[in-house]
């Protein structure tokens, strides 16, 4: 690379920005995206167009861009061997613009918008056209601007998941069909085709389901595919700042102002420390899906922010911090409607904010949290949830409270009911391995050191187990999910057969069956309590309920269902998100590994999409579920109270669906909550430490 080449790449890739101005100074959408645009906010300018305001007027108005752009671009020739960094960077966003401008358009987005197909044909041939025509003056330059645009593009994708996600995966696919030639028109066509070849743009398009990403970055491409929510826990936010070291130094910029205050004692801060750590991360996710959020009156676009898991079972504690995000969050989108918004109907409010709070449904306070913030305006998503019975009470509890705001004459957000699924498996597995291991062991007499272990070096566990205290602890160890991910492993196998005297074969026959069952459990709760609601029998009664109960009109009441989905999570194999789509009151949030192993999973020979449509009302074998019963934690996951019985009879809601479940009082018992919140205040912890030490050092 050139001494020349090597000074435009590093121009490209920085990131210096423009305040802007407020208010706006633009006369027409045209150069209210131009403007933008060349402040450093392509994304921003890209999304402005992203409103129905526009419908059959697109054509025209990327034309007016491209106008204004190609005189800019004309404008920023370099006149002399030096190198004028604003030229570049002029260059660099009239590029970047008409890239975001032409994925919006080949997105699900412009479906969103509602823009005819011949609009957005028009639109992405005169973006193509006017690139083409940019990248050879280039040529003729000798400038390599445009190439270094594309570059910065796929680095960016690949820092999601440390390059494991489906995003850095679509990113190495894009850069493998380039085939080298890094042009600016040939990234646009090609990552076109790639968006709309994947799995996830197909379901959407298909209306097969909606879907929402457990991780902090990466987020325009899963909007481009269709994800409308994205959600955030204290294991994410710190692996956000551990994939973009960029957030770490734009935290401390943020809050210049208040480390004046915590620099004196920032130990005594540090729940407010990682509290701002954490919305720094947030607001880019806002913005992200602030048009979805506009496009659908807050029905989906949505942010799920986990509140602090040390006050999760308090109340008072819990809509405190609730509240002082919220209104932060609305100061934040105000100022980014400014532009987002600028030049649309004034009926449309600015602010709101497209957040949600996921609030720990495993303390019997979530109940009273879910019903206040909602009936205020504010939507929720209940997490730590695992069982119908939780499941129920808490979106019977935001009914109660979007009901409430429904009288007051505010518009509901969206409402999610986590089902950790991939969680609750897990815990059921931990438990039936510890006990085929425990029994295993009372049968291998003097061995049982020796068989311990080398299960152990088997499974990886070796290092964890040999400093474990006593033998209940080894056992614990070998068989958590963090090293036997299956019964059918082959290490537990050939253990048991050792152990045992009993012929491998005989094992795994047994373990795959036993594994296959509980790999059901998750998806199974699910369906359950997707049917107890929005099955066609039932969810009329509910209708009914709403209207009788807190005095709606039949269309608010229809209103409040349709803004209630249960939310599948915590995956750990692609039939966990095939056997839970539904084409509505469905939202599956996926991890950016899972949505790999998805799309992977779709492209084998035999794999039938059109199999699973609305797969949540597939009836399983009732064998598997009889099976299922047998074990304690399953049933009080699967089944209901006799309390939850009785209110569901009164809706009219009837059916065999036990009395064995978990109790309000037993959700902070229950061993998924117990591991879950384990996790999630140990990862808080650990993030805060972090964010404090950041403060300490920025002395």
């Known amino acids: 690379m050139s001494e020349t080449s090597a000074k435009i790449r590093s121009i490209v890739f920085s990131d210096k920005l423009e305040a802007l101005p407020s208010p706006p100074r633009s006369l027409d959408h045209a150069g209210h995206v131009v403007a933008t645009a060349l402040l450093g906010y392509p994304e921003l300018a890209a999304d402005h167009l992203l409103n129905g305001e526009l419908k059959n007027k697109l054509t025209t108005i990327v034309s007016n861009i491209i106008r204004q752009l190609n005189l800019e671009f004309v404008k920023s020739r370099q006149e002399t061997s030096v190198i004028d960094e604003g030229k570049v960077k002029t260059r660099q966003r009239a590029y970047e613009v008409l890239v975001e401008l032409s994925l ?29 025509a940019w990248e050879e003056t ?104 551990d994939d973009d070291p960029t957030l770490l130094d734009k935290f401390l910029k943020e809050t210049k102002e208040q480390r004046k205050k915590w620099i004196e004692d920032p130990d005594r801060f540090g729940d407010e420390i990682t509290m701002q750590a954490t919305m720094v991360a947030l607001w880019p996710n806002l913005a992200i899906f602030r048009p979805v959020a506009a496009l659908t009156g807050y029905h989906d676009g949505m942010v799920s922010y986990q509140l602090n898991p040390n006050v999760a079972s308090s109340v008072d504690g819990s809509m405190a911090d609730a509240i002082r995000i919220y209104s932060a969050a609305q100061d934040f989108l105000k100022r980014y409607d400014e532009y987002l918004l600028w030049g649309y109907s004034n009926s449309e409010e600015r602010g709101r904010p497209n957040i949600v709070f996921k609030i720990a449904g495993g303390y019997p306070a979530a109940v009273e949290i879910t019903s206040s913030l909602n009936s205020i305006g504010i939507g929720t998503n209940n997490t730590v949830t695992y069982t119908v019975a939780q499941e129920v009470t808490l979106i019977m509890a935001a009914m109660e409270g979007m009901a409430g705001a429904v009288k007051k004459g505010i518009l509901p957000t969206q409402v999610y009911e986590t089902n950790m699924g991939g969680r609750l ?61 299956s019964l059918a492993d082959d290490s537990l196998i050939n253990f048991l057969a050792t152990a045992k005297g009993t012929s491998r074969e005989e094992i795994r026959a047994s373990l795959s069956k036993l594994e296959g069952d509980i790999g059901l459990a998750g998806t199974l709760v699910a369906q359950r309590t997707y049917r107890i609601f929005f099955s066609p029998e ?17 269309e608010e009441a229809k209103m409040v269902m349709d803004r ?29 590994d899972h949505q790999h192993r998805v799309h992977e999973a779709s492209k084998q ?95």
């Open 538 to 554: 039932n969810m009329p009664k509910w209708i009914a309920y709403l209207k009788d109960r807190y005095g709606l009109t039949i």
């Open 605 to 699: 020979e035999g794999f039938n999409l059109a199999s699973f449509e609305n797969a949540i009302a597939r009836e399983h074998n009732p064998e598997v579920v009889r099976r299922l019963l047998q074990i304690e934690d399953f049933r009080r996951a699967y089944e209901l109270t006799p309390e939850l019985e009785e209110k569901l009879r009164s809706v009219g809601i009837l059916g065999d669906y036990g009395r064995g479940g978990l109790k309000v009082s037993e959700w902070p018992s229950f061993g998924s909550v117990v591991k879950t919140m384990t996790e999630f205040t140990n990862a808080y912890e650990t993030f805060k430490k972090k964010c404090i030490e950041a403060v300490k050092t920025s002395r």
């Open 425 to 485: 498996e897990s815990h059921i597995r931990e438990v039936e391995a510890e006990k085929i291991v425990s029994e295993a062991l009372m049968k291998a007499g003097e061995r049982k050191d020796a068989l311990l272990l080398e299960l152990a070096k088997g499974l990886g566990a070796l290092k964890e187990v040999e400093v474990s205290k006593d033998i209940e602890e080894k056992v614990r160890r070998v068989c958590s999910f963090k090293y036997l991910k």
């Open 138 to 241: 280039e040529r003729k330059e000798g400038s390599t601007i445009g190439r270094f645009v594309v570059e910065k593009i796929l680095n960016e994708m690949r820092k999601v998941f440390s390059g494991g996600g489906m995003v850095a995966k679509m990113g190495d696919e894009i850069q493998a069909k380039l085939q080298g030639d890094f042009s600016v028109s040939k990234f646009i066509s090609v990552a076109g085709s790639v968006m709309q070849e994947n799995i996830y743009f197909k379901m959407v398009k298909r209306k097969m389901c909606k879907f929402g990403n457990d991780y902090a970055i990466g987020l325009r491409w899963l909007r481009h595919l269709g994800y409308v929510q994205v959600s955030t826990n204290p294991v994410l936010a710190a692996r956000a700042y």
């Open 564 to 592: 209630i989905d249960v939310l599948p999570a915590s995956k750990r194999k692609p039939n966990d998100t095939f056997l839970t789509l539904a084409g509505r009151n469905m939202t599956n949030t996926e991890f950016p």
């Open 104 to 132: 919006n358009l080949q997105g699900i987005e412009a479906e969103l918008v509602r823009f005819s197909e011949e609009e957005v044909t028009r639109a992405l041939q005169t973006i193509t056209c006017t690139v083409e």
